[in-house]
């Protein structure tokens, strides 16, 4: 299986900093790569899908970018509501889908 | 508005028997292929299965294949998951996803989540 890994594991930013997540793939997974964020008690929520696509409704302050191997989830400007843990995902071998682990970004 | 309700979790034994249901609603649920997800807090986000829009494809992780069973009812707007021989392994709070193109077959990109329904076997 394609394993994914996540940096940072947590990370602590205030409101209005410009944040970056990075996934990187252990394979070559082109662009099937995607995000979600999770808040605590709740489902995730896919954000943003084929490694740069902004699923419907996000706000544009979320940006992705990468192939290959190496992806960013960029947030240009934190707000409150974005405080939550995001995860990458892959799906370039469907159904053989696997998760990073997780990086939780939280209020400084 | 699309909804997605899990449902049938619950504390059974080692060696026992659940069955999951997910009720779908604000799509037309027969074009889309749906997955289910687990999670638990040592091992994060893990993908358990999927099933094709029609049904006639499922696919399931290695870790489950032989004692889970997925399928669905597009006449109700319900997809199930049959788990039988869990173990303590299985215990995790189990999510039903949609996938995000409606071609039927599983891309394995997951728009929808339900709110999730917890497996505790103990």
């Known amino acids: 299986d394609i394993q994914m890994t996540q940096s940072p594991s947590s990370l602590s930013a205030s409101v209005g900093d410009r944040v970056t997540i990075t996934c990187r793939a252990s394979?070559?997974?082109?662009?099937?790569l995607n995000w979600y964020q999770q808040k605590p008690g709740k489902a995730p929520k896919l954000l943003i899908y084929?490694?740069?696509t902004l699923q419907s409704g996000v706000p544009f302050r979320f940006t992705g970018s990468g192939s290959g191997t190496d992806f960013n989830l960029t947030i240009s400007s934190l707000q409150p509501e974005d405080f939550a843990t995001y995860y990458c995902q892959q799906s370039f071998s469907p159904p053989r889908l696997t998760f990073g682990g997780g990086t939780r970004v939280e209020i400084k | 508005e699309v909804q997605l309700v899990e449902s049938g979790g619950g504390l059974v034994q080692p060696g026992g028997s659940l069955r999951l249901s997910c009720a779908a609603s604000?799509?037309?649920?027969?074009?889309?292929?749906m997955s289910w997800v687990r999670q638990t807090p040592e091992k994060g986000l893990e993908w358990v299965s999927a099933i094709g829009g029609s049904g006639t494809s499922t696919y399931y992780a290695d870790s489950v294949k032989g004692r889970f069973t997925i399928s669905r009812d597009n006449s109700k707007n319900t997809m199930y998951l049959q788990m039988n021989g869990l173990t303590a392994e299985d215990t995790a709070l189990y999510y039903c996803?949609?996938?995000?193109?409606?071609?039927?077959?599983?891309?394995?990109?997951?728009?929808?989540w339900g709110q999730g329904t917890r497996v505790t076997v103990s």
């Open positions: 996803a949609k996938d995000l193109n409606a071609r039927g077959s599983y891309g394995g990109n997951a728009d929808y």
């Open positions: 604000g799509f037309i649920f027969r074009n889309f292929a």
């Open positions: 084929g490694a740069s």
């Open positions: 394979q070559t997974i082109s662009t099937f």
